[in-house]
């Protein structure tokens, strides 16, 4: 797995729909090499990212919770809180 994908697995509060959103990106980003869309490539990247989304909402409300929370928060919760601070 790539270090820049976000683990949402054991966050708390859980993950949110836009957090999901945003790291299914990242590996549609990742595993197609697109930087940045066209459009001829932009359907299909739209596709994925919600294909990947689904799946991966599915794939966290299935498995078991995990007793250690990740030690980083997605990008998304931190720049937020960067924000609710200033």
């Known amino acids: 797995m790539s270090s820049n994908i976000t683990l949402l697995r ?5 993950p949110t729909e836009q957090e999901i959103y945003a ?3 990242q590996y549609v980003r990742t595993v ?3 930087s ?3 459009t ?21 409300a299935d498995l078991p919770d995990v007793r ?5 928060e997605p990008p998304l919760r931190h720049d937020r809180e960067v924000a609710e601070a200033e």
């Open 68 to 72: 250690v929370a990740p030690v980083t």
């Open 10 to 14: 054991g966050l708390d509060p859980a």
């Open 40 to 60: 001829t490539t932009k359907a299909a990247v739209d596709k994925a990212v919600n294909v990947i989304a689904a799946a991966t909402t599915q794939l966290l």
């Open 23 to 25: 790291a299914a990106v």
């Open 32 to 34: 197609g090499g697109v």
């Open 36 to 38: 940045g869309l066209s």
